[in-house]
């Protein structure tokens, strides 16, 4: 039986490196906890962002079916912000049958990111 942990790093793959660091970078208000010539990191709680120069392996801009959606408190102002930094809002914002609240954002670089904001109790 597969025993599986927390999602410990999320990778982005990116063709330009600098203006994708930079622009994580602005948008998180953090500088990298790493930085290679390949890639750079960011410690977004007890997860890790990595910034990843694409390869023959991976290609930015190709959207599959897998979206990381990180925790937030206010999914609308979140996306706001995004827009604002020059993300667009992919799929919702909306709220879902759960009650929770939900935004996926393509990045300027082509990567897909979610948003997910709990379920307000009454």
Same mark, same amino acid.
């Not at 930015?60 to 993300?87: H, K, N, Q």
């Given at each position: 039986?597969?025993?599986?942990?927390?999602?410990?790093?999320?990778?982005?793959? *990116?063709?330009?490196?600098?203006?994708?660091?930079?622009? $994580?970078?602005?948008?998180?208000?953090? +500088?990298? #906890?790493?930085?290679?010539?390949?890639?750079?990191?960011?410690?977004?709680?007890?997860?890790?962002?990595?910034?990843?120069?694409?390869? +023959?392996?991976?290609?930015?801009? +190709?959207?599959?079916?897998? #979206?990381? $959606?990180?925790? *937030?408190?206010?999914?609308?102002?979140? #996306?706001?912000?995004? !827009?604002?930094?020059?993300? !667009?809002?992919?799929?919702?914002?909306?709220?879902?049958?759960?009650? +929770?609240?939900?935004?996926?954002?393509?990045?300027?670089?082509?990567?897909?990111?979610? !948003?997910?904001?709990?379920?307000?109790?009454?």
């Amino acid at each position: 039986m597969l025993s599986l942990g927390a999602v410990t790093n999320v990778f982005y793959f *990116v063709d330009d490196l600098d203006a994708a660091t930079q622009w $994580y970078g602005a948008l998180l208000g953090a +500088e990298p #906890v790493e930085r290679q010539p390949q890639l750079a990191t960011f410690s977004i709680g007890s997860t890790r962002l990595t910034l990843h120069r694409g390869d +023959e392996f991976n290609r930015p801009a +190709e959207l599959a079916g897998t #979206v990381a $959606y990180w925790g *937030v408190d206010d999914v609308d102002a979140v #996306v706001a912000d995004c !827009v604002a930094a020059g993300a !667009v809002a992919h799929r919702g914002p909306k709220t879902i049958f759960t009650g +929770e609240r939900l935004c996926q954002l393509l990045d300027p670089f082509g990567n897909l990111f979610g !948003v997910r904001q709990a379920a307000r109790l009454s």
